[in-house]
């Protein structure tokens, strides 16, 4: 049987959620044996998300994952990761050691080939993410089917300078590390995840024909803030009447 791949999607409240989410479900709802986690950045699991997971017909989980307030003003603010640690959390309460760990954010555009890609990972698979900052891509670079470097926009000092979305993890691999965690560390989540579970460059599993396909790209939808809705003069006075 398939292993079950576990796609931990991070999402918050804002207008933008519901499309996202639903072009995502929709997306999710072709791949067999997956299970969805849907940590939102919230203080409970609200009424509007409930309804709209249930009507999908995937397997879930929803869990509230909110940001710490501590961080909620900083810039840059760690976005997902109270949500990606919730998940984790989850995952090793439930003591789930068999499977496949993918962080798929909500606003990324995920090739279906992606999940057969990734369901096949031993330990750790990489492959490049599309759409990453000035180079329009990040990813492994593979010398005779081995991963020996890397290119991305912003390598600065780190060890695994790739996407969150650049990698999956097989979970009887990660169970072997039980302080794996993800760090409140802007631009430094997915090094210091990696460095958690003790990731070594020749164990990397390259994927998408030896990292020369791109299978997710990393879209960012433009966020509008709600305006202060205006009501006409008509419909105010018969209110007040
Ligand atoms: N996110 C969140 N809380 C926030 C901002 C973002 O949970 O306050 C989620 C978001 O839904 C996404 C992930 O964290 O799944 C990464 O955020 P975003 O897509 O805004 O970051 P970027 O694309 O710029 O890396
Ligand atoms: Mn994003």
Redesign the pocket.
């Known amino acids: 049987q398939l292993p079950v791949i576990y796609f931990v999607?991070?999402?918050?409240p804002r207008r933008e959620q519901i499309p996202e989410l639903t072009r995502l479900a929709y997306t999710l709802m072709h791949v067999a044996r997956l299970h969805w986690i849907v940590a939102n950045?919230h203080d409970t699991c609200t009424q509007y998300l409930i309804e709209l997971l249930l009507r999908f017909g995937i397997p879930y989980t929803h869990l509230a994952s909110p940001?710490p307030s501590k961080f909620r003003n900083n810039k840059p603010?760690p976005?997902?990761v109270a949500?990606r640690r919730a998940a984790l959390q989850w995952l090793r309460q439930r003591n789930i050691t068999n499977g496949i760990l993918y962080f798929g954010?909500?606003?990324n555009t995920y090739d279906l080939k992606l999940f057969s890609e990734i369901r096949e990972t031993q330990r750790v698979s990489m492959f490049p993410v599309g759409l990453i900052a000035d180079y329009a891509v990040s990813g492994p670079v593979v010398c005779k089917g081995k991963v020996v470097a890397f290119l991305d926009s912003w390598v600065a000092d780190r060890r695994w300078p790739v996407d969150m979305a650049g990698f999956a993890v097989n979970l009887a691999y990660m169970a072997q590390y039980p302080n794996a965690n993800m760090p409140y560390k802007p631009g430094y989540e997915e090094d210091l995840f990696l460095r958690s579970i003790g990731l070594r460059m020749d164990q990397i599993e390259p994927r998408g024909s030896n990292c020369t396909e791109i299978l997710v790209w990393?879209t960012?939808t433009k966020n509008k803030k709600a305006p202060t809705v205006r009501f006409s003069r008509e419909y105010l006075d018969e209110r007040s009447n």
């Not at 999607?9 to 918050?12: K, L």
């Open positions: 999607t991070p999402t918050y950045d940001m603010a976005r997902g949500n954010d909500d606003d990393h960012q």
